[in-house]
């Protein structure tokens, strides 16, 4: 059973994306909206800022207050899509509940959406136009192809619709010659289906929800989800996936474990994506 190293390969991704950029003299430059005081946005936002820190990637902060308006968050990616220095944007969700996501998100320019979560960046990527992709599944498919597991002709179910992780991951391995399966809260024997899987991307939000029943023997199996556990009631554990991962990487051939799978490669392509944003502009 081999564990895919996330940390490894995301570390590799950001050394080539700072080669490049450097080797290039490239200018790229992500401006992040933070609107309210979140602690958890706050650190992703901080985690953000780091990695275009180690990449080359000048980054600037707009943290508003809570009490912004949508027109002032509007009138912001205004400015900044008429910005020529700003080659990413990206608007640290989620937004206050007076805030439209939607609205905000899709006012964002197609050429510096680097999140890839506008109307027309998903639907650039439905028809197999150029566009930005959604970091999450970007990451798996790089997981995917740098430890040599093939995917065309394959069998694929993803576990979850959502617009961030289960549709544009469905999109994505039937990019890439994937048979594509995709399940929801709705979808009737569930296990009939995920057994098929010769390739298993989970992303239902449910603390490990999957068990090896769900699981074909030798099956490669993507952990998306991300959930805190209290350390000391599991045993100094910090984190788990939706997967319950002891018990599953007995029968998968392959694995992300949380952490360490999925969750460091969101920022590596987060800074791949403002990279090919600075190369298009
Ligand atoms: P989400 O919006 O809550 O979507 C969950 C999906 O799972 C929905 O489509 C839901 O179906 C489906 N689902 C829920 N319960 C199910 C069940 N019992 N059987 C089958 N399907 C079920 O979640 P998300 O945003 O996609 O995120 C999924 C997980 O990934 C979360 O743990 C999140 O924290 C994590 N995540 C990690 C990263 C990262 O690593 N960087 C990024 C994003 C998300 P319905 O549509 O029918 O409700």
Known sequence: MKIIDGKVISQAIKDEVRDKIVKGNIKACLAVILVGSDPASGVYVNNKKKACEYCGIKSLSYELPDSSTEE????????????????????????????????????????????????LSVGALSIGAPGFVSCTPAGIIQLLKRSDIAIS????????????????????????????TVTHSKTENIKEITKEADILVVAVGKPEMVDASYVKDGAVVIDVGIHRLDPEKNNGRKLCGDVKYD???????????????????????????????????
């Open 72 to 119: 002032e968050v509007l009138a912001l990616i205004d400015k900044l899509n008429k910005d020529d220095e700003v080659t990413g944007i990206l608007c640290q969700l989620p937004l206050p509940s007076h805030i439209n996501e939607d609205k905000v998100i899709d006012a964002i320019s197609p050429l510096k959406d680097v999140d890839g979560f506008s109307k």
């Open 153 to 180: 002709g394959k069998r694929c179910v993803v576990m979850g619709r959502s617009n961030i992780v289960g549709k544009p991951m469905a999109m994505l391995l039937l990019r890439e010659n994937g048979t594509v």
């Open 247 to 281: 018990e599953v990487s007995k029968v998968a051939s392959a694995i992300t474990p949380v952490p360490g799978g999925v969750g460091p490669m969101t920022i590596a392509m987060l800074m791949y994506n403002t990279l090919e944003g600075a190369l298009r502009s």
